[in-house]
């Protein structure tokens, strides 16, 4: 089979090598595409492709339209809103993500911001410390777990919100859960965003949210962009001086935020989360070994648009 690695932002070296050990020990065929320039480049690579590895590159209609023998697409880390889903199953196309690989990169990114933000962006002013301060998690996923364990490292109070997660999970891990987001974001000092970007969730947090928040509230956004209200967050900031914005992505408002909010927003230029070597690697074999036991044994156990 036809193995096609479409990477906009190239995997590190020893990933790439690492994918073509493994699907080429399991009798397939890798091409790499690497650093390509636009849409037109992708359709034609997928043309004859019978799966396909990216990292968050668009799969659209368009590309699933293309793919004309496309059988499985992998998406090499935990998010998955850059394919889509609808096209992908109209036919019959199989479409899985690669959870937990880059989780301890995208935590650690959670820390390496929150320090930052209760040092006052390192200005040179006087700030505080995490240890004692309360942490609130919304979600409990594979990262979400990564950064309780090392909250408790910090000697941080953990809570977390998750409708779907177990009580007793968290409680195992050594994280309060509370019953709403509005407990939440009311009781953390420090509110680390998790959750996916769905219908549901997109838009859903902005001034109503943010305002019950803590004084010198740090919100921590390592998720999508598209899961805040962008105005409400710009009217919380602007209100509220007190408040820190913190976001593993450049949001559609930065420049207002900006100067809404001077020396108390922080953004990355691209998605940083999961940009580690040894993310890479996880994530990019892991997705080489799922299109391997797809072949060999039908595998589809972390299908997505089942």
Do not use: W
Not at 198 to 221: C, D, F, H, Q, Y
Not at 242 to 249: C, E, F, K, P
């Amino acid at each position: 089979m036809k193995v096609l690695i479409a990477t906009e932002k190239p995997f590190a070296k020893v990933a790439s090598n690492g994918i073509r050990e493994v699907l080429e020990a399991a009798g397939h065929e890798a091409v790499l595409l690497e650093k390509y320039d636009g849409k037109d480049a992708l359709l034609a690579a997928v043309a004859d492709a019978d799966a396909l590895i990216v990292r968050s590159d668009k799969v659209d209609a368009d590309v699933i339209d293309a793919a004309k023998t496309l059988k499985i697409v992998v998406r090499a880390g935990a998010g998955y809103d850059n394919i889509d889903l609808a096209a992908a199953t109209a036919r019959g196309i199989v479409v899985e993500n690669t959870p937990g690989q880059n989780s301890n990169a995208v935590a650690e990114l959670v820390f390496g911001m929150a320090v930052m933000a209760v040092r006052n962006m390192y200005s040179g002013t006087s700030g505080t410390e995490l240890r004692g301060k309360r942490l609130g998690l919304q979600a409990f996923g594979q990262v979400g777990r990564c950064v309780a364990r090392i909250a408790a490292g910090f000697g941080m109070h953990v809570s977390a919100f998750d409708p779907f997660c177990p009580p007793e999970v968290m409680r195992e891990a050594g994280v309060e859960p509370v019953d709403s987001v509005e407990t939440l974001y009311a009781g953390s000092d420090v509110l680390s965003i998790h959750i996916p970007a769905t219908p549901e969730t997109r838009g859903s947090i902005g001034a109503r949210l943010l305002g019950m928040m803590p004084k010198g509230g740090v919100v921590i956004n390592t998720a999508r962009k598209e899961v805040m209200d962008e105005v409400g967050l710009t009217e919380a900031l602007a209100a509220r001086s007190d408040l820190r914005y913190m976001a593993d992505v450049r949001p559609d408002c930065a420049d207002t935020l900006a100067e809404a909010a001077p020396g108390r927003v922080f953004f990355t230029p691209k998605k940083m989360g999961a940009q580690t070597a040894e993310a890479n690697i996880n994530a990019g074999i892991a997705a080489a070994r799922q299109i391997a036991a797809y072949f060999r044994d039908g595998d589809t156990r972390f299908q997505v648009n089942k």
